[in-house]
Structure formats: structure tokens, C-alpha cells
T-cell receptor, first 111, second 118 residues
Framework: GDSVTQMEGPVTLSEEAFLTINCTYT??????LFWYVQYPGEGLQLLLK?????DKGSNKGFEATYRKETTSFHLEKGSVQVSDSAVYFC??????????FGRGTSLIVHP | GAVVSQHPSWVICKSGTSVKIECRSL??????MFWYRQFPKQSLMLMAT?????????EQGVEKDKFLINHASLTLSTLTVTSAHPEDSSFYIC??????????????FGPGTRLTVL
């Protein structure tokens, strides 16, 4: 079946540091890939998405590129802020339309 | 657009009582709604998937008699935790999708409901 693997957290960074959160997946067919962000005490918000190979999703300075050859969708940001502290979920939506989520990666950004 | 609300946002109840959580899509018709339970350390567990007018499809290990799901209309799904016990305390999140399938099958999430069972 489909699966998503995210790097273990928490990821702790200083403000303005570069961020990478790794995400790899296994799926049949050609899934759509998503990153969601969850701020403390809130539900999930869509951060960015990509629907086909080589697509790059971007939003709020975050980027992720759909790499079919490496089955990856790593999240990156060039300069993180304290306000980016949250939990980030990588997810895929395949042909079965049942979503599959990674376990989430907590990001803590210190001033 | 694509706003999903949940009510209540938090609830405290006594052990043995039942609690109903509502999930509404405010500005679109949700063909499919999903219910998740989020455990400590943030892992998100899909509990069930429901389509309007049909029975919910429960994931393995989720008790359908314990967690009753009703998708009464294209904008409303309810989750009822029956005879709640302290181990049911959790953060419950719903999401809604406009599509049954397809490459633009995006989910829109509600803000979550914090359930505490005493």
C-alpha cells in the first residue's frame, strides 16, 4: 500500500537558518503530494502541493519538488522564522483517494 | 473558499457519556469527509472515510459502534463518541474533499476538537 516516511523530529534551528525536512513515499501510480502545517492547538493547513513529477510547490517561502526518480518531496525554506515553529506533515493522495500521511515533523525555531 | 469548521472546539465530559462532534464544509459541497484522531507526539490516524448518504468506511482497528459517523448531507458529517472513556481523550480532526478521486483531490481540514473525558 501507499506510505509516507518523514524524518524524525524535533528539528531545532536558529532563526534565519536553512530548513530541510525530508519526505519519501511509496505509492502505486502517480500520486499528488502535499505538505501540511499544524500550528499549536489548531488543525492542519495546506502549505503547498505538487500533482506531477518535477512540479515545484511553493508558499510562504517554503518549497518542495516532486521527484519521481527518488520518490521524494523534501520541504525546504531558505531562512526560517520563529513563527514557522509548527508540525509539518507530508502526505500523498493516490488513486484510491484515501490520503496517506507521514507521522509529522516538529520544527522549533529559536530567536 | 474551502473552509471547514468543527464544533465544538473543545469538550470535557464524564466517563460513560456520549459526545457528538460536527464537521461542516461552509462554502463547498464535500463529496467525501474524513475523520482523524491525533495522538500525542503528533501522529495522525485516519479513523474513517464517509461519503454523503452512505455508510462510513472504517479503518482497521477502529470500532464502528464506538465511533459513530453520520454524513447526513454534502456539508455536514458528525462523529459521535459513544460511552466515552478517558482513553478516548484526544484531538479529533475532520477534513473534507470536493472529489471522489482525481489528481486534484485536496483535503480541507477543520480546526480540530479537543475531547477530554474525565
Amino acid at each position: 500500500g501507499d506510505s509516507v516516511t518523514q524524518m524524525e523530529g524535533p528539528v531545532t534551528l536558529s532563526e534565519e537558518a536553512f530548513l530541510t525536512i525530508n519526505c519519501t513515499y511509496t505509492a502505486t501510480g502517480y500520486p499528488s503530494l502535499f505538505w501540511y502545517v499544524q500550528y499549536p492547538g489548531e488543525g492542519l493547513q495546506l502549505l503547498l502541493k505538487a500533482t506531477k513529477a518535477d512540479d515545484k510547490g511553493s508558499n510562504k517561502g517554503f518549497e518542495a519538488t516532486y521527484r519521481k526518480e527518488t520518490t521524494s518531496f523534501h520541504l525546504e525554506k531558505g531562512s526560517v522564522q520563529v513563527s514557522d515553529s509548527a508540525v509539518y506533515f507530508c502526505a500523498l493522495w493516490g488513486g484510491s483517494y484515501i490520503p496517506t500521511f507521514g507521522r509529522g515533523t516538529s520544527l522549533i525555531v529559536h530567536p | 473558499g474551502a473552509v471547514v469548521s468543527q464544533h465544538p472546539s473543545w469538550v470535557i465530559c464524564k466517563s460513560g457519556t456520549s459526545v457528538k462532534i460536527e464537521c461542516r464544509s461552509l462554502d463547498f459541497q464535500a463529496t467525501t469527509m474524513f475523520w482523524y484522531r491525533q495522538f500525542p507526539k503528533q501522529s495522525l490516524m485516519l479513523m474513517a472515510t464517509s461519503n454523503e448518504g452512505s455508510k462510513a468506511t472504517y479503518e482497521q482497528g477502529v470500532e464502528k459502534d464506538k465511533f459513530l459517523i453520520n454524513h447526513a448531507s454534502l456539508t455536514l458529517s458528525t462523529l459521535t463518541v459513544t460511552s466515552a472513556h478517558p482513553e478516548d481523550s484526544s484531538f479529533y480532526i475532520c477534513s473534507a474533499s470536493k472529489a471522489l478521486a482525481g489528481d486534484e483531490a485536496e483535503q480541507f481540514f477543520g480546526p480540530g476538537t479537543r475531547l477530554t473525558v474525565l
